[in-house]
Structure formats: C-alpha cells, structure tokens
C-alpha cells in the first residue's frame, strides 16, 4: 500500500501562486508515475498533470499549461504542483495520485492510490 499525503492548498486571489506537495509513505518506489487532478463541486475529477518516475516527462491538461508546473523529488518521495497566475477556474480539490505500472496517464481509472485531496480556493 501507498500512502499519498497532499497539502499546500489554500484561499488566494486571481494572479496568486500556489504550491502543492503531495507525499509518499509506505511501500514507495521511485517508480511509480504519478498525477494530479481536480474536482470542482459537482463536477468530476478531471486531469491536471501528470509525471513520470524519473522526472524526465510532464504532460498538462491545455486549460494549466504555462501556468503549472509538475516536478518530484524521489530521495524525499514527494511530488509538486506549483501553479502560478491561478484563475477563479482554477478552484477545485487538488488529488494526487500514483500508478504502480506504466507511463503517467490521464484517466483517473489507470491510477492505483490517491490522496484525500486539498481544497484550493481562488477569489476574483
């Protein structure tokens, strides 16, 4: 089992930086690709970004890209979001999640473990 520990979230106003920390524990390996999404209320969870183990590949959803920025650090198992020039769109419960085996994906269903999420907040 993996444990993933997401924290960072937060109220900001529109144009404000937010950095997300999403922690491992348990039976972690470096070799788990690893996401993040998000789900607005009554929305689904939809695809943010998305990692690969080594760091070496980054995939974001269109509506993020320039904005986001996915990277990990795997000597302390943890992953970032750091999302810069955050828009009211942007408000949501920020997941993340690993997969055991294969590349990063954008389906929620290729995931094996998820976090409890963290709420992010952004004001007009």
């Known amino acids: 089992q993996v444990q993933l520990v997401e924290s960072g979230g937060g109220l900001v106003q529109a144009g404000d930086s937010l950095r997300l920390s999403c922690a491992a524990s348990?039976?972690?390996?470096?070799?788990?690709?690893m996401g993040w999404f998000r789900q607005a209320p009554g929305k689904e969870r939809v695809f943010v970004s998305a990692?690969?183990?080594?760091?070496?590949?980054?995939y974001y959803t269109d509506s993020v890209k320039g904005r986001f920025t996915i990277s990990r650090d795997n000597a302390k198992n943890t992953v970032y979001l750091q999302m810069n020039s955050l828009k009211p769109e942007d408000t949501a419960v920020y997941y993340c999640?690993?997969?055991?085996?294969?590349?990063?994906?954008?389906?929620?269903?290729?995931?094996?473990?998820w976090g409890q999420g963290t709420q992010v907040t952004v004001s007009s």
């Open positions: 990692i690969s183990w080594r760091g070496s590949s980054t």
């Open positions: 348990g039976r972690t390996s470096s070799n788990y690709a």
């Open positions: 999640a690993a997969r055991v085996a294969g590349p990063p994906a954008s389906s929620r269903y290729e995931y094996d473990f």
